[in-house]
């Protein structure tokens, strides 16, 4: 559970919906269709960038959730490029409020791990924003646990602290389970893991020649490419079809059920595409049926130096 809510108490919703697509590959009018979809879903959680598609995932966004603001839980992250520094974070943050069209935040993340400015100028100017009004909740992405848990306690200096984080987390992408999961749950962070369809790789398209980022993003090949992915890909798909639901919904409703896990990021680039991610909100995956999903990729070993006795 999670203490995020909207302006008006409205709840974070147990799904979030990632905007990186809108202006980009997903045009205007399939953006839209998107959000409405996730609207008429029950989706309160709308996730999005300073650096997507040049801005226009935060106009989109912004123009989309203006008549139902206080009710809904705006996302946005800073510092991917230019480093974290106060100014940075400061001009990058106006930029984003002048396209969102909105005068607060709900959750402000730094969007990577910047060692070249000091925690205490990123901390310091992250808590003036909060104190100020301007942004509600603090969060970081694609931080390892050590950098979270450095962070919280230079946070804790300035009377203020990380409510969320956002890692990859997927059924091929499990090294989240090692410390960050666990780290989260001692915490008491909110975790918004993204990537819970492993680049697209859980849906079984691939499997059947179909195109996408696996094959047209040479970071994403790298990142999804050992073959035991693939299979782990099969495996679901077949389970998929045995239990009567589409692989993503597996795959999404699998990254919900770890309990540390508060709302996973989905997306896409139209809503027939973004119907099965969805659709994970109303299964509940029953011990078995998640054990054998589980059971499909390697669980990673425990951060300790003692196998032999874990």
């Not at 791990?113 to 901390?123: A, I, K, S």
């Not at 450095?150 to 946070?155: H, S, T």
């Not at 819970?196 to 059947?208: F, H, I, V």
Request: a negative charge.
């Amino acid at each position: 559970m999670t203490h995020l809510t909207a302006l008006d108490g409205t709840p974070v919703s147990a799904l979030c919906f990632g905007a990186m697509q809108f202006g980009g590959k997903a045009s205007e009018a399939d953006s839209r269709a998107m959000f409405d979809a996730c609207r008429a879903a029950g989706v309160t959680f709308f996730d999005t960038a300073h650096v997507y598609t040049e801005g226009r995932s935060e106009m989109l966004l912004g123009r989309f959730a203006a008549p139902e603001r206080d009710s809904l839980i705006i996302a946005t992250k800073a510092a991917y490029q230019g480093g974290a520094s106060r100014d940075n974070i400061l001009a990058s943050l106006d930029e984003s409020r002048a396209r969102l069209g909105m005068d607060v935040i709900d959750i402000l993340y730094m969007h990577r791990w910047d060692g070249d400015t000091p925690l205490e100028e990123t901390f310091e100017t992250l808590a003036k924003l909060q104190s100020d009004g301007v942004v509600r909740y603090l969060a970081v992405s694609n931080y390892a646990a050590w950098q979270v848990m450095k962070a919280q306690a230079v946070a804790a200096t300035f009377g203020t602290r990380i409510d969320m984080i956002q890692p990859m987390y997927s059924l091929v992408k499990r090294q989240a389970e090692v410390e960050i999961l666990p780290m989260a749950v001692d915490q008491g962070i909110a975790v918004a893991p993204y990537s819970p369809l492993g680049g697209g790789l859980l849906t079984g398209k691939y499997a059947q020649g179909e195109g996408g980022r696996l094959v047209e993003d040479t970071r994403y090949a790298a990142r999804y490419g050992p073959a035991w992915m693939h299979e782990a890909a099969k495996g679901l798909a077949a389970l998929a079809t045995e239990v009567g639901h589409a692989p993503a919904t597996l795959a999404v409703a699998w990254a919900m059920a770890h309990r540390a896990v508060t709302a996973p990021i989905i997306s896409a680039r139209d809503a027939v595409q973004l119907a099965p991610s969805l659709a994970a909100a109303g299964i509940t995956l029953g011990e078995d049926l998640l054990a054998q999903i589980t059971a499909l990729s390697p669980t990673p070993p425990p951060a300790t130096d003692r196998l032999e006795e874990a």
